[in-house]
């Protein structure tokens, strides 16, 4: 096994629309343990073949987040999606940045394992995201094609916490209102409570 370059955005490579795999040899089997090899030292969530120069439909996505267990697909496509899910996306060839991506909520897939077999494979969340977003590799497309822009990771750090912050807030006012008729509706049920109540 072998840690392969990953190119990056910019390069041609990466806009080309790669060819089928049709050998089913060892040298499949070399490109894609290079594949999980480079995607695991660079803690990635999915690498595509053209991510490391060679233009075959072949990706690696990582399936359990605990785990770091991944998934080979070979010649994969999308049989079926649900739903829709806007969430952050970062690229191994687009380092230290993310966008915002409108994805399917749940994808299934059809692929080919090393040996040619075929299998379906589904995935949710996270990781319908990276079977959508290794899939658009294969055609030369780059996540960043989706996004109004790019962000650093300290504006989605501010970005994040500024949501928080108005997710709290909202929930704050949300029990306010639902404590506060409750008490004083109770006490006066004449319907009077609002006005008499506050001081
Ligand atoms: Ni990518």
Redesign the pocket.
């Known amino acids: 096994m072998a840690i392969r370059t990953i190119l990056r955005d910019g390069d041609p490579v990466l806009k080309k629309r790669c060819h089928p795999v049709t050998r089913f040899d060892r040298r499949l089997g070399d490109l894609l343990d290079d594949m999980k090899e480079t995607l695991g030292q660079a803690h990635g969530l999915?690498l595509?073949a053209p991510?490391v120069g060679i233009l075959r439909r072949a990706v690696v996505v990582v399936t359990d987040l605990d785990s770091n267990e991944m998934l080979e697909l070979v010649n994969p496509e999308i049989l079926d999606a649900e739903g829709e899910e806007t969430g952050w996306e970062g690229?191994?060839?687009?380092p230290g940045l993310w966008g915002l991506v409108t994805r399917p909520a749940w994808v299934r897939v059809r692929a080919q394992d090393r040996n040619g077999d075929w299998f379906e494979a589904e995935g949710e969340g996270v990781t319908a995201r990276c079977f959508c977003?290794?899939l658009a590799?294969l055609d030369g497309h780059?996540?960043t094609e989706l996004c109004d822009r790019l962000y650093t990771p300290e504006e989605v750090d501010r970005m994040e916490a500024e949501a928080e912050a108005a997710e709290a807030a909202e929930a704050e006012a949300a029990a306010q209102a639902a404590a506060e008729p409750e008490t004083e509706g109770a006490a006066r049920p004449d319907g009077q409570a609002e006005e008499d109540g506050q001081p």
């Open positions: 999915g595509a991510q690229c191994l060839s687009v977003h290794e590799h780059l996540y």
